[in-house]
């Protein structure tokens, strides 16, 4: 995997995504969609999309009314980019009570 731009990543077909997120400071509440279905965020292999890409969706709930965050990592070959962000319960606009983030993977040019 490599970077694209911000949320955006290069992939070589076959190469195994991984995602693992971790809660600070709040309840583990987190659901995941790919490509616009229910997903598990178990790791998956990257095959050749049939729509220029493959959307992953990272969705979190925090319950901690003080503040929270989320740390997310995706990787990709061992070695390789990894891809590091911590979303904040306060934003701001305030105090968020859910959030999301979006994720997209293209084939390797």
């Known amino acids: 995997m ?3 731009t911000f949320n955006e990543f290069f992939c ?3 190469e195994t995504i991984t995602f693992t997120v971790t809660s600070n400071g709040t309840v ?3 659901t995941f969609a790919k490509n616009e279905q229910d997903w598990d965020g178990s790791p998956f292999v990257f095959r050749k999309p ?3 890409f493959t959307s992953t969706t990272v969705f979190m709930v925090y319950s901690n009314p003080s503040g929270g965050t989320y740390d997310i990592e995706i990787s990709g070959n061992p070695g390789e ?3 590091r962000e911590t979303v904040s319960q306060t934003s ?3 105090s968020l009570g859910d959030d999301s983030r979006g994720y997209l993977f293209f084939e390797n040019p």
């Open 2 to 4: 490599r970077f694209k």
């Open 12 to 14: 070589e077909i076959g």
């Open 28 to 30: 583990h509440a987190v």
């Open 50 to 52: 049939p729509n220029d």
């Open 81 to 83: 980019f990894v891809h």
């Open 92 to 94: 701001v606009h305030g």
